[in-house]
């Protein structure tokens, strides 16, 4: 197999990263860095998309944008009427972001274009590159939205009716920025997808290990809960007539942890972000408290049960305590999503074959290649991050070496996809 | 003793309660009620101080002002040579008030001397009723300040220089309002110092009782726990590797009530009112939080040692969890002050005198008493109040019957204590 090693330009990959990341970018007063602000279909993410397209077409893909604003870049092949290998990512970005997250898996796709064109290498099956629209969720509301309507579980018209915090809808925006394109918002069924991205966690640093095969991503359960309870001056009212909706709210955080360290649901996670209580005056009793829970797991069941065991405990706070009263509001869930076994195989071989240590992971965030594992197999590259992998901040950082590794796995992967029967 | 056994007009008193209120009177949006906004020494404050004089000099009172703008009522006795017997309150009040906090203890003593006048009782010693200036600290910041001040505990260029939010003076609003008086700040020890107050709690309510008759101000402790943890992705970042501030933060809170429930420090009681965490996102673990422990005691020692269990439990937070990191900042803390066995035995039999159900109890709050305890015997009479006695709230009440019951009982009290020798 190693006929088919490549090794991409990590310099020239890296510029891409660095120019991409000029759009859009701010001076971060809180970290004192260069951030990334460009939200999907804002003039910021139109400047990057345009540049984006100007490297596809210098790399000779011939590029098409949906009614969804998804972009692909096509490479042919020697068959013509095989289905492609395609690869790619998104270039929006929350707020305050860095250069790297869903940018790695774009321009490493169109390097690896690149790379091919020098080499002189040509495939089997075409290769295609796709930037997908709003992925982050953070201007519409909805993440992973491009590539959802592009598999088809959900629909241009609700896409196209979500709005921003202005009341400014995405078709509209679609429109202003000239993404409104022809092609058909359904993708056809590629031959297979693969994604490099950063890990934005610290398991590959932690290990020591420089390539992430992801097994796919956990599922997702966010609910937020609002206990009410009583308000009561803290000097003068006797403990046993309080019904304090902060401890209940302190109470449930601590239980999550215990639930997590018994091991009894799998693979847990369980993050509380957001605490607020109210009136959150130093000698009042909180009459109501707000907390988010946040639970990941890669079992279906296990995340099912946590959940159950999760309401059952708010039921015995209200039990415990006359006047507290709790209520739930489920905010997202989402299934476990396995990648599969054959893509994955690929990118770990790729990987050895290049002399890069490699483990299997679970993506704990969630990626457009949840959506198209729904028409294809799909698997995904990690490159692991520095600062325990930070993300969604200017401090987001991979070096150019390990930027340039994850692209290397790539290329060999996506030349090893194309070349499949 | 029943010869000394006097009614007062409990119409009178509830008249001048509601008069009194409507100087600042607001409407409260939250509750849909009638509130009472008389922040110390503004023009609602200075309003209602001229309407209390007023009624003072109609009851024949002769009125001083002293240089910290307390206002003294003063009854002369047989024994014009003898001290007084002192009683009295305050009329500031916090933003959202209602009509009783404070204001019961000043008008009560003004009802007294009118009943005495009209039964033409004249008394051995000779009688005060005192409107000691800004109790509530929330303009000037700090509490009981005009008692603080006639008691000697503070000093008179400390009060006058503090500033409100836009930097007026304290020392400049007296003189605005023409409260900065001629009389010396430093109050003559009396004979002996009672006051009569709404409970603000819900014990006397809970327990079908009148009147509570005050045993002292229990201490109060308040710090600020300001809790460093890691910000890191929820679905990312494996438990081990956290270093959650939230986490920690409600396991002091839960940690609190432990020690509470434990009786392992006498009767502590502990509020964690403020609790905030950040960035406070629902899929970012908490890098920073924020909570404040309110700690009551009636007994230093016991108070004392719940601090430092509280200390070596922040500790051990520490300790567990490499990157975690806790900080303190004291608030506030005052000793218990126990009331006198004389004057407490007093108020207890002319509550039984005039056949009203009677409980000792501990106050949770500080008022004036806690400060002129330093100077004579002193100790207060609770009133009832419902809706479990909240305070500090346009919904804060105490029933006509229960405003005159604890006049009635003042007046017995300070009758009987005018004749003492």
Not at 114 to 137: C, H, K, Y
Not at 139 to 150: E, I, N, P, Q
Not at 202 to 224: D, H, Y
Not at 306 to 315: I, Q, S, V, Y
Request: proline residues 4%; aromatic residues 4%; charged residues 25%.
């Amino acid at each position: 197999m190693t006929e088919h090693l490549i090794t991409v330009d990590g310099a020239r990959l890296w510029q891409s990263l660095m120019d991409l990341a000029e759009v859009g970018a701010y001076d971060d007063e809180r970290t004192g860095l260069r951030g990334v602000n460009r939200l999907a279909l804002t003039d910021a993410d139109a400047a990057g998309r345009r540049l984006v397209i100007s490297w596809m077409e210098r790399a000779g893909l011939t590029v098409r944008v949906d009614r969804m604003g998804n972009i692909y870049g096509r490479r042919e092949g020697t068959d013509p009427g095989a289905r492609p290998a395609l690869t790619g990512s998104h270039i929006d970005s929350v707020a305050t972001a860095g250069a790297f997250d869903g940018c790695l898996g774009v321009l490493g796709g169109i390097e690896v274009v690149r790379t091919l064109n020098e080499r002189g290498i040509t495939t089997r099956r075409p290769l295609e590159v796709a930037v997908f629209t709003e992925e982050e969720g953070v201007r519409f509301g909805t993440d992973m939205l491009g590539s959802a309507v592009a598999a088809g579980r959900l629909s241009l018209e609700y896409a196209h009716a979500l709005t921003d915090r202005h009341g400014v809808t995405l078709g509209g925006e679609l429109a202003r920025t000239g993404f409104d394109g022809p092609a058909g918002e359904r993708l056809d069924p590629p031959h297979a997808y693969v994604e490099c991205h950063i890990e934005q966690g610290p398991v590959l640093a932690q290990a020591g290990v420089e390539i992430g095969v992801v097994t796919g991503v956990q599922g997702i359960s966010w609910q937020e809960i609002t206990i009410h309870g009583r308000a009561a001056h803290a000097g003068t009212t006797p403990t046993e007539l309080r019904a304090d909706a902060g401890l209940a709210a302190a109470r449930v955080v601590v239980h999550l942890r215990a639930m997590v360290d018994s091991g009894a649901y799998g693979e847990l996670r369980a993050t509380v972000g957001h605490l607020a209580v109210h009136p959150d005056l130093t000698n009042i009793v909180p009459a109501r408290a707000e907390l988010t829970v946040d639970l990941r797991n890669p079992d279906d069941a296990q995340m099912a049960r946590a959940e159950e065991d999760l309401a059952a405990f708010l039921c015995t706070l209200e039990d415990d305590r006359p006047g507290l009263s709790v209520s739930t509001r489920r905010m997202a869930r989402t299934a476990h999503v396995p990648f599969d076994d054959g893509v994955r195989k690929v990118i770990a071989e790729a990987a050895g074959d290049h002399g890069l240590a490699h483990l299997s992971l679970l993506s704990g965030a969630g990626h457009d290649a949840q959506e198209i594992a729904a028409l294809c197999p799909t698997a995904m590259i990690f490159v692991r991050g520095e600062y325990d992998g930070i993300s969604h901040n200017p401090r987001e950082y991979s070096t150019p070496e390990a930027c340039a590794h994850g692209v290397d796995v790539l290329a060999t992967t996506l030349l090893r996809l194309a070349g499949q029967d």
